[in-house]
């Protein structure tokens, strides 16, 4: 029904900079809010950056003042700046979306796209 596709990963010396993108689509009625996840090797998914329908901005302290997440109707990006070792993880991307067909808005993931900062 609803498919999210992230893209942008790689890898990247420290300090240095990448933006992820991820693209919905499918039968979407209505998104709300977006995020972007990371999980790094042994470690649990934990939430790196999120933002409202309304464009209402939160970050994991982790990432304050080096990230920032922005959205358009259908896209959500994550601009990463001062990158770390310990940034290096897989990212998802996350969004809660109301489709035509369900009653409630309900979230769904992207594949993952790797994040790799190493010397």
């Known amino acids: 029904q609803v498919e999210l596709v992230e893209s942008g990963g790689g890898l990247v010396q420290p300090g240095g900079s990448l933006r992820l993108s991820c693209a919905a689509s499918?039968?979407?009625?209505?998104?709300?809010?977006m995020g972007w996840y990371r999980q790094a090797p042994g470690k649990q998914r934990e939430l790196v950056a999120g933002?409202?329908?309304?464009?209402i901005t939160n970050y994991a302290d982790s990432v304050k003042g080096r990230f920032t997440i922005s959205r358009d109707a259908i896209m959500v990006y994550l601009q990463m700046s001062s990158l770390a070792l310990e940034d290096t993880a897989v990212y998802y991307c996350n969004a809660v979306v109301k489709t035509a067909s369900n009653k409630d808005a309900v979230p769904y993931w992207g594949q993952g796209t790797q994040v790799t900062v190493s010397s």
């Open positions: 499918g039968n979407i009625f209505r998104i709300n809010a």
């Open positions: 933002i409202t329908s309304g464009g």
